[in-house]
């Protein structure tokens, strides 16, 4: 298991501000069914105080869960032979406040 502290820093996009974002990230391996799981939510930090260029974003949760396919899982995407053996079943969920502005006309270009 391995567990750290991250910024990270989002460039300006479509008319939208520099983001930054500072989590604590953790990855864990459970050898009973073979996967892997990284998790991460937003912290304070003192080494990384809020930077004026940047508009901060909150992620209360992100998370991902990986492990090999079953040959169901497999088929049922398409895959055969070599690619189906190999291939890696990936979950992933994110719930973040990007905080800020953003233009309506963005929000409903990147939303479902």
Not at 79 to 104: F, Q, R, V, W, Y
Request: glycine share 8%; charged share 15%; proline share 4%.
């Amino acid at each position: 298991m391995s567990c750290g502290v991250y910024r990270t820093e989002m460039k300006p996009v479509l008319m939208t501000g520099a983001r930054d974002l500072v989590t604590v990230l953790s990855c864990c391996y459970d050898r009973d069914c073979g996967a892997v799981f990284r998790v991460a939510a937003s912290v304070a930090h003192a080494e990384a105080p809020v930077d004026a260029g940047y508009v901060r974003a909150q992620c209360f949760c992100v998370g991902f869960a990986m492990q090999r396919a079953t040959a169901a899982q497999a088929a049922a995407a398409g895959l055969s032979g070599a690619a189906a053996a190999n291939a890696t079943l990936m979950t992933h969920i994110t719930m973040m406040d990007p905080n800020g502005s953003i233009p309506k006309w963005v929000v409903s270009k990147s939303a479902p």
